[in-house]
């Protein structure tokens, strides 16, 4: 299993919960993010990272006694590419897992299996049973430039485009399950 630099990233403002944090969601029986944060240190990876806002303690609360590197993103409110940016740097020449804190479906084997499957060399991106992509997606060391170059709430899409990934199928919808308003997390807790 390569060595990675993995990021979750938590700097979003979860507009869409209409007051809500979905982050801080409960999800077997703690709020999402320090699952997530637990997920992803038990896959033993490598290095992990959280981007964090300036404005939120109950995210950092969340995470407390953790040990992880606390990324704050003063910038936050002009898009997930401030998270990649800050993300690319504290990588430095490391390979780069990146995943969104609010997915609630993947675990620390999908993370050890991405890891596992990485090469270094290639971009790799998670996709659901079925094909459609989602996320974590892995960049090389080569790449993380292009990801400090990012500006707004696009994301990496124009970087993946320029460098197709290699894609890894997760079991059912594990790298697809994104859940931004309280009608999503009602209907998923339904299930």
């Known amino acids: 299993m390569a060595a990675l630099a993995c990021v979750l990233l938590a700097a979003g403002s979860s507009r869409r919960m209409r007051g809500a944090d979905k982050l801080l969601e409960p999800v077997d029986g703690m709020p999402l993010l320090r699952r997530q944060a637990l997920a992803l240190l038990a896959a033993e990876c490598g290095r992990v990272a959280v981007t964090l806002p300036p404005d939120r303690p109950a995210r950092e609360a969340a995470l407390e006694g953790l040990t992880l590197d606390r990324l704050s993103v003063p910038d936050a409110l002009t898009g997930m590419s401030a998270s990649l940016r800050a993300a690319a740097r504290w990588a430095g020449n490391r390979t780069l897992m990146v995943v969104p804190a609010d997915m609630p479906e993947l675990t620390a084997e999908d993370f050890a299996r991405v890891a596992r499957a990485c090469d270094g060399k290639t971009p790799l991106r998670a996709t659901a ?49 994104d859940l931004d308003t309280p009608e999503a997390w009602a209907a998923w807790r339904a299930r």
């Open 129 to 177: 049973e079925d094909g459609t992509p989602g996320h974590p997606v892995v960049f090389p060391a080569t790449l993380l430039g292009s990801l400090a170059d990012l500006h707004g709430d696009e994301g990496a899409r124009s970087v993946l485009k320029a460098h197709p990934p290699a894609l890894l199928a997760l079991p059912g919808r594990h790298a697809v399950t």
